[in-house]
């Protein structure tokens, strides 16, 4: 499968920081179908992105994660990916790893490949390493699926995969909800080491204390929803 059937999803909220670097790089690797998902950006997110060769779609209002996500999913399916990647806009993830990511699913070994961030004690805090294993211990508890990284905003899924994963998180919870959708469809799953780069930017867009609590609420809700 060529890169023309990759295609690569970037939700966006505030990132005029590092959305050009990223779109830069990525381009430059070969990816061309490119889908930035501006979540009501108060900065020159979509200014930037507007530079260049993207499909751009932006919120008039903030949907959070989940909401940029489900956008940019809907349009990767209707634009005809074979494969969608998702990737953080931070430039925590290094493009040149999505070939890794993609490969399980080339060679049909998976259908959804997740990206395993290696937990850098040194460079992470404790609070962000603490909250990490918490999410993963509680993922696994809710949904029946232990994984190690469920958070990692850095993934791969099947395009028949995809079709029939449902999401309904607007926010931070999308991430549990995808590992949810693995377990309800009984999909087959690869984990894939990837690199992580800390920098104090990307730290900063971790969750807060109040955030994480309101994100174990809903996901107590995704749990026992009809």
């Known amino acids: 499968m060529s890169k023309e059937k990759v295609f690569i999803v970037i939700p966006a909220f505030n990132e005029e920081k590092t959305i050009g670097r990223l779109l830069q790089k990525l381009f430059s690797l070969g990816y061309k179908n490119i889908i930035v998902v501006n979540d009501a950006s108060t900065d020159k997110t979509a200014e930037i992105a507007t530079h260049f060769p993207v499909k751009l779609y932006s919120h008039v209002i903030n949907r959070g994660l989940g909401g940029a996500l489900r956008t940019g999913f809907a349009a990767a399916l209707n634009e005809g990916a074979e494969v969608a990647v998702t990737i953080d806009a931070d430039l925590q993830h290094k493009p040149e790893e999505i070939e890794r990511l993609v490969k399980p699913i080339l060679k049909k070994e998976a259908e959804v490949v997740l990206g395993t961030r290696k937990i850098d004690r040194v460079k992470m805090p404790l609070f962000r390493r603490l909250a990490n294993a918490l999410?993963?211990?509680?993922?696994?508890?809710?949904?029946?699926?232990?994984?190690?990284?469920?958070?990692?905003?850095?993934?791969?899924?099947?395009?028949?995969?995809?079709?029939?994963?449902?999401?309904?998180?607007?926010?931070?919870?999308?991430?549990?909800?995808?590992?949810?959708?693995?377990?309800?469809?009984?999909l087959s799953l690869k984990e894939v080491p990837i690199s992580t780069v800390y920098?104090?930017?990307?730290?900063?867009?971790?969750?807060?204390?109040?955030?994480?609590?309101?994100?174990?609420?809903?996901?107590?809700?995704?749990?026992?929803q009809r």
């Open 135 to 186: 999410s993963n211990w509680l993922t696994h508890l809710l949904f029946g699926l232990k994984v190690s990284d469920s958070q990692s905003g850095f993934r791969a899924f099947r395009r028949e995969a995809l079709e029939k994963m449902r999401f309904y998180s607007s926010r931070m919870e999308i991430s549990s909800e995808i590992v949810k959708e693995i377990a309800r469809l009984n």
């Open 199 to 224: 920098t104090s930017y990307s730290l900063s867009k971790g969750q807060s204390l109040k955030n994480g609590l309101k994100t174990l609420a809903r996901l107590l809700a995704i749990k026992f």
